[in-house]
Protein backbone atom coordinates (compact mmCIF):
# COMPACT_ATOMS: atom_id res chain seq x y z
CA UNK A 1 0.00 0.00 0.00
CA UNK A 2 1.69 3.36 -0.97
CA UNK A 3 1.09 6.59 1.27
CA UNK A 4 -2.41 8.33 0.40
CA UNK A 5 -4.20 5.04 -0.46
CA UNK A 6 -6.93 3.39 1.72
CA UNK A 7 -7.32 -0.04 1.81
CA UNK A 8 -10.50 -1.16 2.98
CA UNK A 9 -9.23 -4.13 4.64
CA UNK A 10 -6.79 -2.55 7.13
CA UNK A 11 -7.80 -1.25 10.70
CA UNK A 12 -7.37 2.79 10.29
CA UNK A 13 -4.24 3.90 12.44
CA UNK A 14 -4.32 4.76 15.82
CA UNK A 15 -2.74 6.27 18.42
CA UNK A 16 -3.22 5.25 21.71
CA UNK A 17 -3.21 8.27 23.65
CA UNK A 18 -2.75 11.85 24.27
CA UNK A 19 -2.81 13.55 27.22
CA UNK A 20 -0.98 11.00 29.68
CA UNK A 21 2.63 12.09 30.78
CA UNK A 22 3.62 10.11 27.96
CA UNK A 23 1.74 12.17 25.86
CA UNK A 24 1.87 15.51 23.64
CA UNK A 25 0.08 17.83 26.03
CA UNK A 26 2.58 17.36 28.66
CA UNK A 27 4.81 19.16 26.50
CA UNK A 28 2.67 22.20 26.32
CA UNK A 29 1.36 21.57 23.15
CA UNK A 30 -2.33 21.89 22.89
CA UNK A 31 -4.70 19.04 21.95
CA UNK A 32 -5.56 21.20 18.38
CA UNK A 33 -1.55 21.31 17.27
CA UNK A 34 -1.21 17.33 18.56
CA UNK A 35 -4.40 16.89 16.32
CA UNK A 36 -3.75 19.25 13.36
CA UNK A 37 -0.02 17.35 13.13
CA UNK A 38 -2.41 14.13 12.94
CA UNK A 39 -4.60 15.72 10.13
CA UNK A 40 -1.15 16.29 7.91
CA UNK A 41 -0.67 12.15 7.99
CA UNK A 42 -2.20 10.48 5.54
CA UNK A 43 -4.68 7.87 5.86
CA UNK A 44 -7.49 7.02 8.15
CA UNK A 45 -6.94 8.22 12.04
CA UNK A 46 -9.03 6.99 14.96
CA UNK A 47 -7.27 8.92 17.87
CA UNK A 48 -8.70 7.59 21.66
CA UNK A 49 -8.63 10.73 24.16
CA UNK A 50 -8.98 10.38 27.87
CA UNK A 51 -8.52 13.47 29.79
CA UNK A 52 -9.56 15.33 32.63
CA UNK A 53 -12.69 17.40 31.82
CA UNK A 54 -14.72 19.93 34.36
CA UNK A 55 -18.15 19.47 32.56
CA UNK A 56 -19.26 22.65 35.02
CA UNK A 57 -16.57 24.91 33.20
CA UNK A 58 -17.19 26.10 29.68
CA UNK A 59 -13.81 26.95 28.76
CA UNK A 60 -10.40 25.56 29.19
CA UNK A 61 -8.37 26.06 32.42
CA UNK A 62 -4.83 26.90 30.89
CA UNK A 63 -1.76 29.34 32.37
CA UNK A 64 1.09 29.04 30.85
CA UNK A 65 2.87 30.83 33.76
CA UNK A 66 2.29 27.65 35.71
CA UNK A 67 5.43 25.65 35.41
CA UNK A 68 6.75 24.39 38.81
CA UNK A 69 5.54 20.45 39.77
CA UNK A 70 4.21 22.03 42.73
CA UNK A 71 1.59 24.82 41.14
CA UNK A 72 0.91 22.35 38.56
CA UNK A 73 -0.13 20.07 41.46
CA UNK A 74 -2.23 22.95 42.39
CA UNK A 75 -3.94 24.17 39.68
CA UNK A 76 -4.05 21.04 37.65
CA UNK A 77 -4.56 18.38 39.72
CA UNK A 78 -1.21 16.79 38.77
CA UNK A 79 2.46 17.86 38.58
CA UNK A 80 3.09 16.95 34.85
CA UNK A 81 -0.24 18.16 33.72
CA UNK A 82 -1.20 22.10 31.90
CA UNK A 83 -4.43 22.58 31.74
CA UNK A 84 -7.97 21.49 32.90
CA UNK A 85 -10.19 21.09 29.70
CA UNK A 86 -13.87 22.65 30.34
CA UNK A 87 -16.94 21.35 27.69
CA UNK A 88 -15.34 23.24 24.74
CA UNK A 89 -12.89 20.03 24.59
CA UNK A 90 -15.45 18.98 22.07
CA UNK A 91 -14.80 22.21 19.89
CA UNK A 92 -10.89 21.41 20.09
CA UNK A 93 -11.21 17.97 19.07
CA UNK A 94 -13.35 19.14 15.90
CA UNK A 95 -11.43 22.19 14.85
CA UNK A 96 -9.11 20.11 13.10
CA UNK A 97 -11.48 18.45 11.01
CA UNK A 98 -12.23 15.42 13.40
CA UNK A 99 -15.39 13.85 13.63
CA UNK A 100 -16.39 13.13 17.72
CA UNK A 101 -18.03 9.96 19.19
CA UNK A 102 -18.40 10.02 23.11
CA UNK A 103 -18.13 6.89 24.79
CA UNK A 104 -19.22 6.55 28.90
CA UNK A 105 -16.86 4.15 30.10
CA UNK A 106 -19.34 0.69 31.41
CA UNK A 107 -18.85 -2.84 32.71
CA UNK A 108 -17.13 -4.94 31.39
CA UNK A 109 -14.48 -2.48 29.50
CA UNK A 110 -14.35 -0.60 32.81
CA UNK A 111 -12.18 -3.84 34.41
CA UNK A 112 -10.63 -4.87 31.29
CA UNK A 113 -9.27 -1.46 30.22
CA UNK A 114 -8.42 -0.25 34.08
CA UNK A 115 -11.42 2.62 33.40
CA UNK A 116 -13.03 4.77 35.61
CA UNK A 117 -16.63 4.23 35.44
CA UNK A 118 -18.76 6.43 33.96
CA UNK A 119 -15.65 8.50 32.96
CA UNK A 120 -16.15 9.95 29.30
CA UNK A 121 -13.66 8.80 26.59
CA UNK A 122 -13.46 10.93 23.04
CA UNK A 123 -13.14 8.77 20.18
CA UNK A 124 -11.78 11.51 17.30
CA UNK A 125 -11.94 9.98 13.79
CA UNK A 126 -10.16 11.58 10.35
CA UNK A 127 -11.24 10.06 7.48
CA UNK A 128 -8.22 9.00 4.71
Do not use: C
Not at 31 to 58: C, D, K, R, S, Y
Not at 77 to 104: K, M, N
Amino acid sequence: MTSGTSDSRRPPKTIASIGTPAGLSTSGETLGQALIETVNVPGTWVVPLMTPVVEGWAETYENPAITTPKLRRLHFGQHDHVRYYGRDVRDRIRAPGFALTEVTAVEPDVLTYGLNRGETLFIATKPG
